[in-house]
């Protein structure tokens, strides 16, 4: 389930104060991550951490070679870059480049996965009910 709080929020055009929900975001260890995974499976811990160091290799791997990847029912890892312009398309060099920022679009089943209206993703207020106004 997916915690959220309350809280209130100020109008900038009338100063009037509704509520609104915001996630409450927690981060799961690793060892939680990669205990899950095992027991859902017959491989042991180890096995999990060389496959996840595996794969961020290879991420690496493909990006610094001006790949994207895709791993399949979770998403395409990718980049882009950020530049200062140059005077002229000759004038543009490497040194232009100041940035390489790395980008995740999550495949179509993992939207649907974790997308409200799917009956398996719910909500639960944070708030104990005794802090929760009327």
């Known amino acids: 389930m997916i915690p959220y709080k309350v809280i209130p929020r100020k109008s900038p055009k009338d100063r009037s104060v509704k509520y609104y929900g915001v996630q409450h975001t927690r981060q799961m260890s690793e060892q939680d991550f990669v205990e899950r995974i095992v027991q859902k499976n017959t491989v042991t811990r180890a096995d999990v951490l060389a496959v996840i160091a ?6 690496v791997y493909s990006i610094r070679n001006g790949n ?11 980049f882009t870059i950020k530049t200062r312009g140059a005077e002229t398309k ?3 060099v490497a040194d232009n480049i100041k940035s390489l920022l790395m980008r995740f679009k999550p495949s ?6 974790v997308k409200v209206g799917n009956p398996q993703v719910k909500f639960y207020n944070e708030e104990p009910e005794e802090e929760q106004e009327p």
């Not at 595996?54 to 991420?59: H, M």
């Not at 994207?68 to 990718?78: C, D, K, Q, R």
């Open 54 to 59: 595996s794969i961020r290799e290879e991420l």
């Open 108 to 113: 179509s089943k993992l939207k649907y996965d």
């Open 90 to 92: 000759a004038k543009f």
């Open 68 to 78: 994207s990847v895709t791993l399949p029912e979770i998403g395409t890892f990718g």
